[in-house]
Structure formats: C-alpha cells, structure tokens
C-alpha cells in the first residue's frame, strides 16, 4: 500500500482551474543532461513558478506512471493519484487512437536509449527528411501530452526533467510546442561518485529498482557521451537553450535564475528569495526521477563530498576518461580540497561557460 505523504499534501497550493483550450503552443523547459546531476532539484525549482506544472521525468509517465503503477511524488500510486488520473484521460481525449501499450511501444521505437542513444539518433535523423506515419503520430501524442498537462493543472508551462538528448530532439520536431532547453551539467566525478553507490529497491522512498554501483570509467565514459549529445542537439534543433552547471546553480542561484529568467521569460524573483532565504520548495506531483522528489520539498544544499571521498585513483581515472570535456565546460583538474559550503568551485573572476 502507498504511503501518503501529508507534507505535500500540506505545502502544495490547489492547481489552478483548468484550461479548457489550449490553443497556445504550451512552453515546455526541459531539463537534459546525464543522470545525477541535480535536475530534480532543478525540476523542483523552475516547477515553483506559479505558471509552471513540473512532471519529473515524462519520459516514463506511460511506463512507470500508469502501466507498472509506481508510486508519485504525493504518495500515491500513478493510477490512483488524481492529478495523473485527470491528466490521462485529458490525453486520451485528444488522442483517441492511442493507449498507454502503444504509445510506449512507439517510446521503445524512437525514444528509449540503445546503445545509449546512438541507435535512436540514427532512427530520429533518417525521420527528420523522410517521417513515417508511425514518427507523425508519435509526436502528435506527444504534444498532446504536454497540453493535457497544460490544461490539467490550469499552467501554460509545463516542466519536464527527462534528461535524455534523444527526447529534446524529438520535442523541437513539435510545431506546436515552444521549447527551451535547459543542458545541466555537474562535474563528472560527482556524478562518479553517487554512481558508485547502490540503492535498494523501495517503492515508497522513490526507487523503483535496485540500483546497482557503476564504475567510475563507466559512468565519466557515459557522462562525456550524453553531454556530447546533449551539445550536439542544441546546436542542431534550434531551440532556445543554455548550458547551467549544477554547481554554480547552488552557489550563485540568483546569477543563475536570472540567466533561466531570459531564457524562460519568466520572472523568478520569488523563487531566487525563498532559495536564499533557505525556505523548502514545493514538490508536487514528479513521477519518476530521484528520490528526492519524495520528500515532498526540496531545499537548495551544496554537496561537495565527492571531493573528499571519491578515491584520487578514481578521480584520475574520470579525467582521463572526460577531462576534455571537463575543461570544456571550465572545471579544474585540481580541486581534491575540503571545501565549505556555498564556496563556489571556480574563482569568482574565472571563465562561466554559457
Ligand atoms: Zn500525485
């Protein structure tokens, strides 16, 4: 049985009424980047605005949401939690052909990583001069999606912390979508270093399957991949977008969600003030994604304890494997010191990367 989480329930303001004609393209922010890299907290952050509806990971509503039944970030599971239940038959109205079996069958065909990735880009570029039926009705069930969401919760804006380049890439071939791209970036031996740990599974605490420890070749090998990817669809889709790194987001969130204001066109005043002055934010119905959306808010809070528990072997090792582009994106190959919170990694007249 589903645990309730009654602080949700209680910092959770009602949705607003809802929409009954999208007829705008619905503003979608997604979030994309390797895993581990903080875009639950981010999701959390920009799905505070009060025109904005955050989703979590969207990229497995139909799977983990509504075909296996996992538990939301309110408590309850993805069949029984009513903003989903509403959301899913918003979508099943516009787009009467499709279920949830086949739109995820369409998902394994054009979305879901083989290869990590590779095989779907190849699928997406060959779709992108000769679209099939299939690749058309696909993205049409997608966008619905989002303007399910849209009219649903009352919001034009709909957030989704997916993380995969494949999807992005999918999303700028949707006309009526007006996207902008988030690409967040941590550094790589921090993403090592919280690979490296296993997690049990445990539905209720937002693991659905146990997590097993990856090495650190492995996970500096997967991070360079998809933040390649990642560069390459926002050079190639041409979409609004911006490169964040994690790290400046938690020091500097002011600098940061002004940069995210433009991009955005949005005015996050009030967020920047309740992060500063440490206040929780409010986390309502993420799906899937980390455990942390179950916690029912979130708080900003750096973490640098990679620096001094992940192994300078281990750390060697993730340089050798992605320092280029740790270089790229302006960290330092020197940086095995304590540092204390809020400290920001590089100095304050250093390089930012855009
Ligand atoms: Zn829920």
Redesign the pocket.
């Known amino acids: 049985m589903a645990h309730q989480n009654t602080d949700v329930q209680t910092q959770s303001p009602s949705l607003n009424s809802p929409i009954e004609n999208v007829d705008r393209p619905v503003r979608v922010l997604y979030i994309m980047g390797a895993g581990r890299s903080g875009s639950t907290l981010l999701d959390s952050v920009l799905a505070n605005h009060p025109d904005a509806v955050g989703g979590g990971e969207l990229v497995n509503l139909h799977s983990a949401g509504w075909s296996s039944n996992e538990v939301?970030?309110?408590g309850?599971l993805g069949t029984e939690?009513?903003?989903?239940t509403r959301v899913r038959s918003a979508w099943q109205r516009r787009v009467p052909d499709a279920t949830v079996a086949s739109y995820i069958a369409l998902q394994k065909r054009f979305e879901f990583p083989h290869w990590f990735g590779l095989i779907q880009f190849a699928r997406l570029a060959r779709q992108r001069f000769f679209p099939s039926l299939a690749f058309k009705t696909y993205l049409r069930q997608t966008e619905a999606l989002y303007q399910a969401m849209a009219e649903v919760s009352g919001r034009s804006i709909v957030v989704d912390s997916s993380k995969t380049p494949i999807r992005a890439a999918v999303l700028s071939r949707i006309q009526g979508l007006d996207l902008r791209l988030i690409h967040l970036v941590r550094d790589a031996r921090a993403v090592a270093w919280s690979r490296r740990k296993s997690l049990a599974a445990d539905q209720a605490a937002g693991v659905q399957t146990t997590i097993k420890p990856r090495p650190s070749w492995y996970s500096a090998g997967y991070w360079a991949l998809i933040n390649l990817l990642s560069m390459m669809v926002r050079l190639l889709s041409g979409s609004r977008s911006l490169r964040m790194r994690y790290e400046d987001f938690v020091t500097e969130p002011k600098r940061e969600l002004e940069r995210l204001g433009v991009l955005c066109d949005l005015d996050f005043t009030s967020t920047t003030n309740a992060l500063l002055h440490g206040d929780p934010i409010r986390v309502?119905?993420p799906?899937a994604g980390n455990r942390m959306r179950m916690g029912g808010s979130v708080r900003l809070k750096p973490d640098w304890e990679w620096r001094d528990r992940l192994p300078n072997r281990e750390q060697a090792i993730c340089w050798l494997c992605a320092g280029w582009m740790l270089w790229l994106f302006g960290y330092s190959r020197n940086c095995n010191t304590a540092v204390a919170d809020n400290v920001p990694m590089q100095p304050a007249n250093a390089p930012r990367p855009i």
């Open positions: 939301c970030a309110c309850k939690c009513d903003f989903w309502e119905h799906i």
